[in-house]
């Protein structure tokens, strides 16, 4: 019953897909002579159809899950009658049938929230064509579900009565069930902006309020997957063992290719919103951001690469390429055919000033998106031509990410400071003094401290600066909200202050970063019944073993107490299901200041091993423990919550902004130099929608340069 009802699900959203593009394409050629789609012929009345169909397929599949239903395949092969309620949720998306329908589900919900914004502006063609693009993009991902990818295909024979069970590192933390969601509606809320690029460029309209009007959107999809990154290093720090939290791995890799992207569009639209300047670029990032959600998805479930991270393949590999390079072609076709009709009207005039910071700021960005796209996809490329493997390691990627993020911290301090199209170096100054004195003084207390080292000095000093730089703009904003009866509130709503704070969320992963991978120290300690052995200032004393069950899991924990306080158990879990291998379950104790990283490896004489040749001689009873201690690995987990945070204030509606001179026009409202002596631009955030205003009709303020790094 369940797979009847998801196939009519899957089959009723496909056809909403497919008969709402035709409609909408064929509503557009009825206007051509009109300048306006025939509004006799609306495809959006089918939006919320495709809605339905995608929520019955989705509902579907999750009562078979949470029943264990398995007569149907996908059920059978992710799920067994031992597997928590919770994992038994999380099972849809723990391979590639059940994640293309978690995609379609999500994008159908993009579809029905772009249709339902813009509803009174349903006629015109740049709506019109990028609706047409949303139905096709469900069309081809809900198509995938009635053909190759059919998550309700039905168990040949007679159902197995119990089912292999999730990947046992899919089952052995709560993140599971928020890491890729959030990864998903960033990957997918990519579609909105690439669609409103697709219909600026065929209809000419790339002038107008709309690239701006999708950056709102852009800054939701970039908020989803900044913060489903971070959450994604936190799920590997706690479940893999290895003690780290970023591997470039390849599957790390495609999620941060288009974040790289997307981050250095939601930058530049600004030059293009306050100057007129850069139009062809932000289209050019419009379609390179979506068309790398599409080739993450590739590397991640084609199985064309070993990860890790890949918990599934599939024979979808040349479909899924094959779309990568249709949206390619269509996208940056339309560039090239636009050609000059498309090219801004004016030059960047002080490349000392703000525009040149943030051309600097995509230099960067989109630099370091080529390289790590090169690093990842050179091992693939290498294979096919050699027949060879070759590995490209963290030492390729570290080499350019290490100055990229140090170059970005020093942009993120100079952007509350730089003014648009004017620099004045007494004013600068003025305003970087504090954040500077403030990096110098930390440098200093880090050296007394006992740092060592010229990068990580120089990581806390320019973090510093960059975070000092930060609360001074949100401090200024608050007192002048204050100060015209608007609250405090209100000082940090907007894109504005919500950009500052997500700077501050950028410092602070930055320097736990820094902390962690600079200054981590690793051993193996042989522990004996009693022992107190110590290591790095702490002591650890093992306390024995214990067994634990479950019906979902058997576990055997080494109970080790950490300088005297509480006892920490890694363990060696075997989880049920048909499929399931023990893995190492690690142990942590977290604090502010570091974290201390317990694996149990081995058991002399006897007993689960997954490191004995650490230790051949390891006495009957004595257990091997790895250790890791890390300074400042909660700070990472902390920054992503900042960046969260302030996403969020960034989306929400903020102060009007003055008026500034766009490129081709007559100067308004200049700034003198004593303006910007006496009174310091409100620092201004990375992309939220002003209405669609013209430029000559907003308000000026600062926007920050450098975003995570």
Not at 71 to 91: C, E, H, K, M, Q
Not at 167 to 180: C, E, R, W
Not at 245 to 252: A, H, N
């Amino acid at each position: 019953m369940n797979a009847a009802v998801g196939s009519v699900g899957v089959w009723l959203a496909f056809a909403a897909a497919v008969v709402g593009a035709l409609t909408m394409a064929a509503s557009i050629v009825r206007a051509r002579h009109h300048d306006t789609p025939d509004p006799r012929i609306d495809g959006r009345l089918l939006a919320p159809v495709l809605l339905a169909g995608m929520v019955i397929a989705l509902g579907a599949m999750e009562y078979a899950l949470v029943t264990h239903n398995f007569s149907i395949a996908f059920v059978a092969d992710n799920n067994s009658r031992a597997t928590p309620l919770l994992y038994s949720i999380t099972g849809l998306w723990s391979a590639l049938a059940g994640s293309i329908l978690l995609w379609g589900f999500i994008l159908s919900v993009f579809v029905c929230a772009v249709v339902w914004r813009f509803r009174r502006d349903a006629r015109d063609p740049v709506v019109a064509w990028a609706t047409l693009v949303m139905f096709t993009v469900s069309a081809f991902f809900i198509g995938l579900m009635v053909g190759p990818s059919n998550p309700f295909q039905r168990v040949v024979g007679t159902p197995p009565a119990q089912g292999a069970g999730p990947n046992a590192l899919l089952q052995d933390n709560p993140l599971v069930a928020i890491h890729p969601p959030l990864l998903y509606l960033g990957f997918v809320g990519f579609t909105v902006p690439f669609a409103f690029a697709i219909g600026m460029l065929v209809t000419g309209r790339v002038g107008d309020r709309w690239q701006i009007e999708t950056r709102r959107w852009t800054l939701i999809a970039w908020t989803f997957l900044s913060v489903g990154i971070v959450l994604g290093a936190w799920w590997s720090y706690q479940v893999l063992g290895w003690g780290g939290f970023w591997g470039w791995d390849p599957v790390e890799n495609a999620a941060l290719l288009p974040w790289l992207c997307g981050t250095a569009y939601l930058h530049s639209v600004l030059v293009q919103e306050r100057r007129g300047l850069l139009r062809v670029w932000n289209l050019s990032l419009s379609v390179a951001t979506f068309s790398l959600t599409i080739l993450a998805t590739f590397l991640t479930r084609s199985g064309v690469i070993e990860s890790v991270h890949a918990f599934s393949d599939s024979t979808l590999g040349p479909v899924l390429i094959g779309f990568f390079g249709l949206v390619v072609v269509v996208g940056f076709g339309l560039i090239a055919w636009r050609g000059d009709r498309i090219r801004s009207p004016g030059g960047i005039d002080a490349p000392l000033g703000r525009e040149g910071a943030f051309l600097l700021n995509n230099f960067l960005f989109v630099g370091f998106a080529f390289v790590v796209l090169l690093g990842t996809l050179f091992p693939l490329l290498y294979q096919a031509l050699k027949n060879q493997q070759v590995t490209v390691g963290a030492p390729y990627f570290n080499s350019v990410a290490v100055p990229v993020g140090l170059a970005l911290l020093v942009l993120m301090a100079l952007a509350p400071a730089l003014s648009w199209r004017t620099v004045n170096a007494g004013v600068l100054w003025r305003r970087m003094a504090p954040a500077a004195w403030v990096a110098v003084l930390t440098i200093v207390g880090c050296v007394i401290g006992g740092v060592r080292g010229f990068v990580p000095l120089l990581a806390f000093g320019l973090g510093a600066f960059a975070g000092a730089s930060a609360v001074r703009s949100i401090v200024l904003a608050v007192v002048t909200s204050h100060r015209h009866g608007r609250g405090v509130l209100r000082g940090i709503a907007g894109r504005a202050n919500g950009g500052m704070i997500v700077h501050l969320g950028v410092v602070v992963i930055a320097v736990g970063i820094t902390a962690a991978t600079s200054f981590a120290q690793r051993t193996e300690l042989a522990l004996r019944l009693g022992q107190t052995v110590h290591f790095d200032g702490h002591t650890f004393v093992y306390q024995g073993l214990e067994k634990v069950t479950s019906p979902s899991r058997t576990a055997t924990e080494a109970k080790v107490k950490i300088d005297g306080g509480g006892v920490f158990r890694p363990a060696v879990t075997q989880f049920a299901g048909a499929n399931s291998e023990a893995v190492g379950t690690p142990a942590i104790d977290s604090g502010f200041t570091g974290d201390i990283y317990l694996t149990f490896t081995a058991i002399g004489g006897t007993g689960p091993a997954t490191a004995a040749q650490e230790f051949p001689n390891l006495p009957k009873g004595s257990v091997a423990v790895g250790v890791v201690v890390e300074p400042l690995v909660a700070w990472i987990w902390t920054g992503g919550l900042l960046i969260g945070l302030g996403g969020l204030l960034a989306i929400s509606p903020g102060k009007r902004r003055r008026p500034t001179d766009p490129a081709s026009g007559v100067p308004v409202a200049r700034e003198t130099e004593r303006d910007q002596a006496e009174t310091p631009d409100p620092p201004e955030l990375v992309g939220v929608s002003n209405g669609g205003r013209p430029a000559a009709e907003r308000e000026g303020s600062v926007e920050p340069v450098g975003t995570p790094g």
